[in-house]
């Protein structure tokens, strides 16, 4: 009797644990696949993407996100327009431009929405300090890197080009990576380089360790050329210090930053993204000190309309009325 409740014992524990694992490989089933396009490694992008996804992946029941490497903002507006990815990071000029068929997007058909409003980029206009580039104007017939096809370093340099009343046979203009792009401005293989990230960006930083720089100004007569072609940066000064070095006050043009998603992304699945980020932005700070920038209580001003399982969260936080 004794050896046939010892069985019986020994069969309810292999059922229990049967239904454990069942239940576990269930779980993993229902879990959501999720892909958010980034940028450039190089870049702030990659890494604040890479944060997202942890933090979904840890506080988002049931989501499982992915990183994907892309040329930058330009490229992530197609991707995610087109619904080829689910979020991406995104200028807010690149986001409303796309929407509407302006720009660089007059023959797309992009239809998308965004999660909030995330950290501020910076137009980086980098040369070593010994070739003596000071303003946009001294770049003309310069060799200057413009990051990747598609990227918003290349979208914000065409803009530039408009403001100046200058056209690419100006400049002598090359595709490269970030990384790439100031090693070889350190080799004196290009003069410049456009690096559009947030501060501090780890090329120009990685750039600085051997290196001098020059932040190279945009005067402000330029600047307010700029902004007619795009409405959403701004002109910003930034204190001596921000990179090793850089000993002036430099002005800058600044762009805000989207967490845009495809069109018809379940509002319930948008509302646990955004409440797991905005809620944990202390997490996404240790990914790039860019992040420390976001504000949870104003992410809702975007520039193009809230999917909305991100309007509710922002609602019940109060922040939304």
């Given at each position: 009797?004794?050896?046939?409740?010892?069985l019986?014992?020994?069969?309810y524990a292999l059922?229990?644990?049967?239904?454990v694992?069942?239940?576990?490989?269930?779980?993993?089933?229902?879990k959501?696949?999720?892909?958010?396009?980034?940028g450039?490694i190089g870049?702030?992008?990659?890494?604040?993407?890479?944060?997202?996804?942890s933090i979904?992946?840890?506080?988002?029941e049931?989501?499982?996100m992915?990183?994907?490497?892309?040329?930058g903002?330009?490229?992530n507006?197609?991707?995610?327009?087109?619904?080829?990815v689910d979020?991406?990071l995104?200028?807010a000029d690149?986001?409303?431009y796309?929407?509407?068929?302006?720009?660089?997007?007059?023959k797309?058909?992009?239809?998308?929405?965004?999660?909030?409003t995330?950290h501020?980029?910076v137009y980086?206009?980098?040369?070593l300090?010994?070739?003596?580039?000071k303003?946009?104007?001294?770049l003309?017939?310069k060799k200057?890197a413009?990051?990747?096809?598609?990227?918003?370093?290349e979208?914000g340099f065409?803009?530039m080009l408009?403001?100046?009343?200058w056209?690419?046979k100006?400049?002598?203009?090359?595709y490269?990576p970030?990384?790439q792009a100031?090693?070889q401005?350190?080799?004196?293989?290009?003069?410049?380089?456009?690096?559009v990230a947030?501060?501090p960006?780890a090329a120009?930083t990685?750039?600085t360790?051997?290196?001098?720089?020059?932040?190279i100004?945009?005067?402000?007569k330029i600047w307010?050329?700029?902004?007619?072609?795009?409405?959403f940066?701004?002109?910003?000064e930034?204190?001596?210090?921000?990179?090793?070095g850089v000993?002036?006050p430099?002005?800058?043009?600044?762009?805000?930053?989207?967490l845009a998603?495809?069109?018809?992304l379940d509002?319930?699945?948008a509302y646990k993204?955004?409440?797991?980020?905005?809620?944990?932005?202390n997490?996404l700070?240790a990914?790039h000190?860019?992040a420390?920038?976001i504000s949870a209580e104003?992410?809702?001003?975007t520039s193009?309309?809230?999917?909305?399982g991100?309007?509710r969260?922002?609602k019940e936080?109060?922040?939304?009325?």
């Amino acid at each position: 009797m004794r050896q046939i409740r010892i069985l019986k014992v020994c069969v309810y524990a292999l059922a229990a644990l049967a239904l454990v694992f069942s239940g576990d490989i269930a779980s993993a089933q229902k879990k959501v696949n999720l892909v958010i396009a980034s940028g450039p490694i190089g870049g702030a992008f990659y890494p604040i993407s890479g944060g997202i996804a942890s933090i979904v992946n840890k506080k988002a029941e049931g989501l499982n996100m992915n990183v994907q490497v892309t040329g930058g903002g330009v490229e992530n507006t197609r991707l995610v327009g087109r619904g080829q990815v689910d979020l991406a990071l995104v200028g807010a000029d690149q986001a409303y431009y796309g929407i509407h068929k302006q720009e660089m997007f007059k023959k797309d058909d992009l239809k998308l929405e965004t999660l909030g409003t995330l950290h501020p980029t910076v137009y980086h206009y980098v040369a070593l300090k010994k070739s003596n580039l000071k303003t946009f104007a001294d770049l003309k017939g310069k060799k200057v890197a413009i990051g990747e096809p598609g990227g918003g370093a290349e979208m914000g340099f065409n803009m530039m080009l408009r403001a100046m009343n200058w056209t690419r046979k100006d400049i002598r203009t090359v595709y490269l990576p970030y990384e790439q792009a100031t090693e070889q401005l350190a080799d004196g293989l290009i003069d410049a380089a456009v690096i559009v990230a947030g501060i501090p960006a780890a090329a120009v930083t990685s750039l600085t360790a051997n290196h001098e720089i020059t932040l190279i100004e945009i005067p402000e007569k330029i600047w307010l050329e700029y902004y007619k072609v795009s409405p959403f940066s701004t002109f910003e000064e930034f204190k001596p210090g921000i990179y090793r070095g850089v000993n002036v006050p430099v002005k800058m043009i600044v762009g805000r930053i989207q967490l845009a998603s495809r069109n018809g992304l379940d509002p319930e699945i948008a509302y646990k993204i955004t409440k797991a980020l905005y809620s944990n932005l202390n997490e996404l700070v240790a990914h790039h000190g860019a992040a420390k920038f976001i504000s949870a209580e104003t992410a809702y001003k975007t520039s193009i309309p809230l999917n909305k399982g991100a309007e509710r969260f922002f609602k019940e936080a109060g922040y939304l009325k």
